[in-house]
């Protein structure tokens, strides 16, 4: 994933994750059934599961675009500056 | 969120979390519930009515219970332990309570019931005071929840006594 995919998962998890259990609490105490509140939270859990932890490309939209590794050699890193005893700084 | 680990714990953790808020708020759901149980018990029968060896009353009873606990029921209760107690007034002890009987209703259906039983555990006094002795048979119970709090109360019947001359 790149930076606004994780950003972008974290928030899909977190709503999602309350909003099912918004959903089960309420469903739960209009059917007056426990296991019912349970089993709506837990295939929520799963279904957020499903979406928001693998690394689907939709996560993926503003890739960074790293140097390639060619290009990096021509443009060499900048040293440290010497003492004036030690030989010139290598090219 | 850097890596599926991350997430993965991330979601796990957070949805526990949740879980636990979810049964908290289920639990305060109980207290917008208005039960109004009713209960009679009637005391068919003195078995026997004896003084033990050691100088204590024993006496055995027959009674029959009925009750409608069903209001008592809600979305997020397990059971509910019943049990009746005979309480009353000696010299020595100022309120003396007696469990002569108990029972787990597990569902709503059975919680309206009569049954006629004597009395499952023993009633023996701390003395010899029970001739002629005024007492009241109380009902108690406890809403044993799925999470949270349990609640407990009580029917209190009065008018009961014992005879006068041990039989």
Not at chain 2, 125 to 151: A, S
Request: some cysteine; aromatic content about 12%.
């Amino acid at each position: 994933m790149d930076w606004q995919g994780q950003k972008l998962a974290e928030q899909i998890m977190q709503i999602m994750l309350l909003v099912f259990a918004v959903i089960a609490l309420v469903a739960g105490y209009v059917l007056g059934s426990f296991q019912m509140m349970m089993i709506i939270y837990a295939g929520g859990v799963t279904l957020t599961a499903l979406i928001t932890v693998p690394n689907w490309p939709f996560f993926n939209c503003h890739p960074l675009n790293w140097l390639d590794p060619n290009e990096a050699e021509k443009h060499p890193k900048p040293q440290v500056a010497v003492s004036s005893k030690k030989k010139g700084t290598k090219k | 969120m850097h890596s599926f680990g991350y997430r993965l714990n991330g979601l796990l953790t957070f949805s526990v979390t949740i879980l636990a808020i979810m049964c908290a708020i289920a639990s305060l759901s109980d207290n917008l519930n208005t039960p109004s149980p009713s209960a009679e018990i009637q005391v068919m029968n003195i078995n026997w009515f004896q003084k033990q060896p050691q100088g204590n009353d024993e006496v055995s009873l027959t009674m029959n219970i009925s009750a409608d606990l069903q209001t008592l029921f809600t979305w997020n209760t397990k059971q509910l332990f019943i049990f009746v107690a005979a309480e009353y007034e000696t010299p020595k002890n100022s309120l003396n309570q007696v469990s002569l009987w108990d029972a787990i209703i597990p569902a709503k259906e059975h919680a309206k019931f009569w049954i006629h039983t004597s009395n499952k555990y023993r009633f023996v006094d701390q003395g010899n005071n029970l001739r002629g002795k005024e007492f009241n048979l109380t009902l108690h119970w406890h809403v044993m929840p799925k999470t949270g709090k349990m609640f407990a109360d009580k029917i209190v019947l009065t008018g009961y006594s014992f005879p006068e001359e041990y039989r």
